[in-house]
């Protein structure tokens, strides 16, 4: 590294790193850099991380066994073995058991060892006379002046390194009762690479100006204030901070754009009766929507409530003959009971049916939106979901008309991001005119289908409302419409909880 490069690296130092620099050598340990520095040990492992990043330095973790006096290894230390302690007690006269154990202060556990090994030694003696009399031989006398090898062993300085003391010594202080402990001691040591020698050897300033205040802005400081250089390049962890599912973020701002515009949310259960999510719209009872292979049909509990008798009996009419419409309706018999099938609604629409019955004609003009979950009997694939997000919306307006649907989708999608917008025409069951609404993919360069779009018919709107009021009406799937954001290519992909996806996807920004 040139000196150019080693000053810039200089300027760049942290404060804790500039005072650990002047106490690093070839080698030393942790402990003693936090005595050198008087730093704190959490500053010390900082500032020895970032400059080990900036290989200066190499920091060498290790382990070492040592051992350490336990509770009774601390009391023997200070007031000596029982053995010993036992002997002392009978040194001048012979004494019964329970006399010894007063005198020397040792409990039960502690006499019966040391009368176990100072008759094995030949130290003493007993008889029985009532008791235990225990008397001190000359072997006894002899054995209390010397020093033994556990004595020695507890003059020692603790923690000593376990390698330190004898096998044999080690297996006899084992067995013994909490005389000693055992304990790992974790040590960090650090060696300097040759950028780190080049650097202890700088003389790093104390005067280098970390942070900028607002006095040094008002007193004007700040103009000969030598300061830290910053490198706003260097790898940072990344932050996973919590936030929503990325596509709750995205039917959120869908929300805000329709309550923008003046709409009210519409929200209903998910499990509706085949009278609200099909009849009510003017399909037939014979279509293929309500088969087992399209549509999700519960089986417990199978039949809803049907709503009260006369909009039942208008949307019967309207079935079988047309009713007040002008239409002749379908022409065939309309069956009450297929019409009370519970099931998982297949679009919400079946909330614009619900709304528009609510409404009497003195409330209009009213606009309403909804963004909910949907369900259609499909084979799970990349492309196809049996659960997912239909945006929905509708404006009930005497004076509604056609221009004014294309004007609210072409509003939307704007707002979403896809300015241009091609409307084809299209057929649906209740909508009269109906059209498909395309969005132009900029990415792709191509028309994405994306909307399913149309005004009301009166064989829907009359038997709801009463009278044949227009209604602009529209169905929008999420899926098509926010993938291409966050480059996905499977639907599956929108509704996982796959936590690094979670943590990775970028939030919706439009």
Same mark, same amino acid.
């Given at each position: 590294?040139?000196?150019?490069?080693?000053?810039?690296?200089?300027?760049?130092?942290?404060?804790?790193?500039?005072?650990?620099?002047?106490?690093?050598?070839?080698?030393?340990?942790?402990?003693?850099?936090?005595?050198?520095?008087?730093?704190?040990?959490?500053?010390?492992?900082?500032?020895?991380?970032?400059?080990?990043?900036?290989?200066?330095?190499?920091?060498?973790?290790?382990?070492?066994?040592?051992?350490?006096?336990?509770?009774?290894?601390?009391?023997?230390?200070?007031?000596?073995?029982?053995?010993?302690?036992?002997?002392?007690?009978?040194?001048?006269?012979?004494?019964?058991?329970?006399?010894?154990?007063?005198?020397?202060?040792?409990?039960?556990?502690?006499?019966?060892?040391?009368?176990?090994?100072?008759?094995?030694?030949?130290?003493?003696?007993?008889?029985?006379?009532?008791?235990?009399? #225990?008397? *001190?031989? %000359?072997?006894? =006398? /002899? @054995? +209390?002046? $010397?020093?033994?090898?556990?004595?020695?062993?507890? !003059?020692?300085?603790?923690? #000593?390194? *376990?390698? %330190?003391?004898? =096998? /044999? @010594? +080690?297996? $006899?202080?084992?067995?013994?009762?909490?005389?000693? !402990?055992?304990?790992?001691?974790?040590?960090?040591?650090?060696?300097?690479?040759? @950028?780190?020698?080049?650097?202890?050897?700088?003389?790093?300033?104390? !005067?280098?100006?970390?942070?900028?205040?607002?006095?040094?802005?008002?007193?004007?400081?700040?103009?000969?204030?030598?300061?830290?250089?910053?490198?706003?390049?260097?790898?940072?962890?990344?932050?996973?901070?919590?936030?929503?599912?990325?596509?709750?973020?995205?039917?959120?701002?869908?929300?805000?754009?329709?309550?923008?515009?003046?709409?009210?949310?519409?929200?209903?259960?998910?499990?509706?009766?085949?009278?609200?999510?099909?009849?009510?719209?003017?399909?037939?009872?014979?279509?293929?929507?309500?088969?087992?292979?399209?549509?999700?049909?519960?089986?417990?509990?199978?039949?809803?409530?049907?709503?009260?008798?006369?909009?039942?009996?208008?949307?019967?009419?309207?079935?079988?003959?047309?009713?007040?419409?002008?239409?002749?309706?379908?022409?065939?018999?309309?069956?009450?009971?297929?019409?009370?099938?519970?099931?998982?609604?297949?679009?919400?629409?079946?909330?614009?049916?619900?709304?528009?019955?609510?409404?009497?004609?003195?409330?209009?003009?009213?606009?309403?939106?909804?963004?909910?979950?949907?369900?259609?009997?499909?084979?799970?694939?990349?492309?196809?979901?049996?659960?997912?997000?239909?945006?929905?919306?509708?404006?009930?307006?005497?004076?509604?008309?056609?221009?004014?649907?294309?004007?609210?989708?072409?509003?939307?999608?704007?707002?979403?991001?896809?300015?241009?917008?091609?409307?084809?025409?299209?057929?649906?069951?209740?909508?009269?005119?109906?059209?498909?609404?395309?969005?132009?993919?900029?990415?792709?360069?191509?028309?994405?289908?994306?909307?399913?779009?149309?005004?009301?018919?009166?064989?829907?709107?009359?038997?709801?409302?009463?009278?044949?009021?227009?209604?602009?009406?529209?169905?929008?799937?999420?899926?098509?419409?926010?993938?291409?954001?966050?480059?996905?290519?499977?639907?599956?992909?929108?509704?996982?909880?796959?936590?690094?996806?979670?943590?990775?996807?970028?939030?919706?920004?439009?």
């Amino acid at each position: 590294m040139s000196k150019t490069e080693i000053d810039n690296l200089v300027r760049k130092l942290h404060p804790l790193e500039r005072g650990v620099i002047p106490h690093l050598k070839k080698s030393i340990s942790f402990n003693d850099l936090i005595k050198k520095s008087g730093m704190k040990d959490v500053q010390v492992m900082r500032a020895l991380q970032w400059l080990e990043n900036k290989d200066v330095l190499k920091i060498i973790s290790s382990e070492e066994e040592f051992i350490d006096l336990d509770k009774n290894g601390t009391l023997y230390k200070k007031e000596g073995m029982p053995e010993k302690r036992f002997l002392k007690s009978i040194m001048e006269k012979e004494l019964s058991l329970v006399d010894i154990g007063k005198k020397s202060g040792l409990d039960k556990n502690e006499l019966n060892i040391s009368i176990g090994q100072l008759r094995r030694q030949g130290a003493i003696d007993v008889r029985k006379d009532k008791g235990l009399i #225990i008397s *001190i031989t %000359d072997s006894g =006398k /002899k @054995l +209390l002046k $010397e020093e033994n090898e556990l004595e020695k062993f507890l !003059k020692n300085n603790f923690p #000593i390194p *376990i390698n %330190d003391v004898d =096998k /044999k @010594l +080690l297996d $006899e202080l084992q067995k013994r009762k909490e005389i000693i !402990k055992k304990d790992v001691i974790k040590s960090k040591d650090i060696t300097l690479t040759s @950028l780190g020698e080049k650097l202890s050897k700088i003389k790093m300033s104390d !005067k280098v100006v970390d942070k900028l205040t607002s006095k040094m802005l008002k007193d004007g400081s700040w103009e000969k204030a030598d300061f830290r250089s910053f490198d706003v390049e260097i790898n940072v962890p990344a932050i996973h901070g919590g936030k929503r599912h990325f596509t709750n973020q995205a039917v959120e701002y869908i929300k805000d754009i329709w309550r923008n515009l003046g709409f009210k949310e519409m929200t209903g259960n998910m499990v509706q009766t085949g009278f609200w999510d099909l009849d009510s719209l003017f399909v037939p009872q014979d279509h293929p929507a309500r088969e087992m292979q399209d549509t999700f049909y519960l089986k417990d509990p199978q039949k809803g409530k049907l709503p009260n008798k006369k909009l039942v009996s208008n949307v019967k009419n309207t079935h079988e003959n047309g009713w007040t419409t002008g239409s002749l309706g379908w022409r065939g018999e309309w069956s009450e009971d297929k019409a009370s099938n519970n099931m998982l609604r297949t679009h919400n629409t079946v909330l614009s049916a619900q709304t528009i019955s609510k409404l009497k004609e003195s409330d209009l003009p009213q606009k309403f939106f909804a963004v909910g979950k949907v369900f259609r009997n499909e084979t799970l694939d990349w492309k196809h979901l049996f659960e997912f997000y239909q945006v929905e919306g509708i404006v009930v307006d005497p004076d509604a008309n056609f221009s004014n649907l294309i004007g609210y989708l072409k509003e939307f999608f704007e707002q979403m991001g896809f300015p241009d917008v091609r409307v084809r025409p299209a057929h649906f069951p209740y909508t009269e005119p109906s059209a498909e609404v395309d969005v132009w993919n900029p990415k792709k360069k191509q028309w994405v289908e994306i909307a399913g779009s149309g005004i009301f018919r009166p064989e829907t709107t009359k038997p709801l409302i009463g009278k044949s009021v227009p209604v602009c009406a529209w169905g929008i799937g999420l899926g098509r419409l926010i993938t291409e954001y966050w480059g996905l290519t499977d639907l599956r992909d929108l509704y996982k909880n796959d936590l690094k996806q979670l943590r990775e996807m970028k939030t919706w920004l439009r």
